[in-house]
């Protein structure tokens, strides 16, 4: 489900919560262990005991036969109880995967329509970095949310749009289009104060899917009156077949309930994709460098966040302390004098808002070295996307 380079990339998982113990594709984890039996330990269990009592009282010469005669038995015996062990097995499991609801849901829509911000408030940790200015999310990121009943694998995405001056832009919008196809249900993520080009490019994508769609109508703590969501509603209702329609505030987790309500009943029924404590099937390593970009998009000025990437050098353990060294990637001298900003002022900030939220992501202390260094060019270049793993 990630980009392939990434994971090539990745450092070894460090902590329970990030980093996958099997991505969705690699199919369901194991499920709960669930008789104490095995056939092995079924026959072990069976067969000490009773080899023990017949040596008592058979002569050694007819020991043999009788040894046969009771291997047989065992054997059966434990056959026996391996079956019986295996359908209780099996009558658990299928009652299991029958109450229980899991699948992949893509979080679609226009750049800037919150899709990071509901990620967020799904899984319940600031996972998916996030900025007011467009085209912040540039990778696929899973986040999971797990409840009793059902478990959310949530895939977000950079936004769609329909301008794409750059290499950059059109990867980006590649990158969105892929989810389409691969997950089970999908979230249309809108801007409820404002209907755009982009929103219907993003609808004029939807009639080719079989999988369900929710819109989620988002950022309703930023409309003053309610009563003016009906009639949008009402609108976006004839444009589409939505499964549901859900008013919500990414930002105020407000709906969320209501929102995971919809959506589970159009998962399919089977067992959890992830252990209960995942939140991702991103690396700490990945999480490093994207916290990073989200320091210097929300800390530079409009244009020049486009111009930034972020690659990490060195990603190591010391103890509990995460040692990482990142490099911040430009496209001129200027960009980069203004990336460290006077006297290092800027870069140093960058920093320090960076390792505080890896901190608090992480759960360990963090020691963060950058630097910065250009590369001309490189957001419109396929060969330096490939190097710093845009594509997929
Ligand atoms: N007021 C308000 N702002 C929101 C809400 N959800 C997201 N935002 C803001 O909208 C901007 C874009 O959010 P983001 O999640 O990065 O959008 P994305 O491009 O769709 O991933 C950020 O400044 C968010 O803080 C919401 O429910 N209410
Ligand atoms: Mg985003």
């Given at each position: 489900?990630?980009?392939?380079?990434?994971?090539?990339?990745?450092?070894?998982?460090?902590?329970?919560?990030?980093?996958?113990?099997?991505?969705?594709?690699?199919?369901?984890?194991?499920?709960?262990?669930?008789?104490?039996?095995?056939?092995?330990?079924?026959?072990?269990?069976?067969?000490q005991p009773s080899?023990?009592?017949?040596?008592?009282?058979?002569?050694?010469?007819?020991?043999?036969?009788?040894?046969?005669?009771?291997?047989?038995?065992?054997?059966?015996?434990?056959?026996?109880?391996?079956?019986?062990?295996?359908?209780?097995?099996?009558?658990?499991?299928?009652?299991?995967?029958?109450?229980?609801?899991?699948?992949?849901?893509?979080?679609?829509?226009?750049?800037?329509?919150?899709?990071?911000?509901?990620?967020?408030?799904?899984?319940g940790t600031h996972?998916?970095?996030?900025?007011?200015?467009?085209?912040?999310?540039?990778?696929?990121?899973?986040?999971?949310?797990?409840?009793?009943?059902?478990?959310?694998?949530?895939?977000?995405?950079?936004?769609?749009?329909?301008?794409?001056?750059?290499?950059?832009?059109?990867?980006?919008?590649?990158?969105?289009?892929?989810?389409?196809?691969?997950?089970?249900?999908?979230?249309?993520?809108?801007?409820?104060?404002?209907?755009?080009?982009?929103?219907?490019?993003?609808?004029?994508?939807?009639?080719?899917?079989?999988?369900?769609?929710?819109?989620?109508?988002?950022?309703?703590?930023?409309?003053?009156?309610?009563?003016?969501?009906?009639?949008?509603?009402?609108?976006?209702?004839k444009l589409y077949?939505?499964?549901?329609?859900?008013?919500?505030?990414?930002?105020?987790?407000?709906?969320?309930?209501?929102?995971?309500?919809?959506?589970?009943?159009?998962?399919?029924?089977?067992?959890?994709?992830?252990?209960?404590?995942?939140?991702?099937?991103?690396?700490?390593?990945?999480?490093?460098?994207?916290?990073?970009?989200?320091?210097?998009?929300?800390?530079?000025?409009?244009?020049?966040?486009?111009?930034?990437?972020?690659?990490?050098?060195?990603?190591?353990?010391?103890?509990?302390?995460?040692?990482?060294?990142?490099?911040?990637?430009?496209?001129?001298?200027?960009?980069?004098?203004?990336?460290?900003?006077?006297?290092?002022?800027?870069?140093?900030?960058?920093?320090?808002?960076?390792?505080?939220?890896?901190?608090?992501?992480?759960?360990?202390?963090?020691?963060?070295?950058?630097?910065?260094?250009?590369?001309?060019?490189?957001?419109?270049?396929?060969?330096?996307?490939?190097?710093?793993?845009?594509?997929?």
């Amino acid at each position: 489900m990630s980009g392939h380079k990434d994971r090539k990339q990745d450092s070894p998982k460090v902590g329970p919560k990030v980093g996958p113990k099997a991505g969705p594709k690699a199919g369901p984890k194991a499920g709960p262990k669930i008789g104490p039996i095995g056939s092995r330990t079924a026959k072990q269990i069976i067969k000490q005991p009773s080899t023990q009592a017949v040596d008592q009282v058979v002569s050694p010469a007819t020991a043999q036969a009788v040894d046969q005669a009771v291997d047989q038995a065992v054997d059966q015996a434990a056959d026996q109880a391996t079956a019986q062990a295996t359908n209780q097995a099996s009558a658990q499991a299928s009652a299991q995967a029958k109450n229980f609801r899991c699948g992949t849901v893509g979080l679609i829509g226009r750049p800037n329509a919150g899709k990071s911000t509901l990620m967020n408030s799904l899984v319940g940790t600031h996972l998916s970095i996030t900025a007011s200015k467009p085209q912040t999310t540039r990778h696929r990121i899973v986040g999971i949310r797990s409840e009793d009943n059902a478990q959310l694998v949530m895939v977000d995405t950079p936004g769609m749009h329909k301008h794409t001056p750059r290499a950059l832009n059109r990867q980006l919008n590649r990158t969105a289009d892929t989810v389409l196809d691969d997950v089970d249900v999908l979230v249309f993520v809108v801007d409820a104060r404002r209907w755009s080009e982009d929103d219907e490019l993003v609808v004029s994508k939807l009639g080719r899917l079989t999988q369900p769609v929710v819109l989620a109508l988002n950022k309703i703590d930023r409309i003053q009156d309610r009563s003016t969501l009906l009639p949008m509603i009402e609108k976006l209702s004839k444009l589409y077949a939505f499964a549901a329609v859900v008013p919500i505030s990414a930002w105020k987790h407000d709906g969320i309930q209501q929102l995971v309500r919809s959506i589970t009943p159009l998962l399919p029924e089977q067992a959890a994709l992830y252990a209960s404590d995942e939140l991702t099937d991103r690396s700490e390593r990945f999480l490093a460098a994207e916290h990073i970009r989200e320091q210097l998009i929300r800390r530079l000025g409009e244009e020049l966040p486009y111009a930034t990437t972020v690659t990490i050098e060195r990603y190591a353990m010391d103890g509990r302390l995460h040692r990482i060294d990142a490099n911040i990637w430009v496209e001129r001298d200027g960009q980069k004098a203004i990336v460290i900003g006077d006297g290092g002022a800027r870069l140093k900030d960058i920093g320090t808002f960076a390792r505080k939220r890896m901190e608090s992501i992480f759960g360990g202390k963090v020691f963060l070295t950058l630097w910065v260094k250009v590369k001309e060019n490189w957001s419109d270049s396929d060969a330096s996307l490939q190097q710093f793993g845009y594509m997929e």
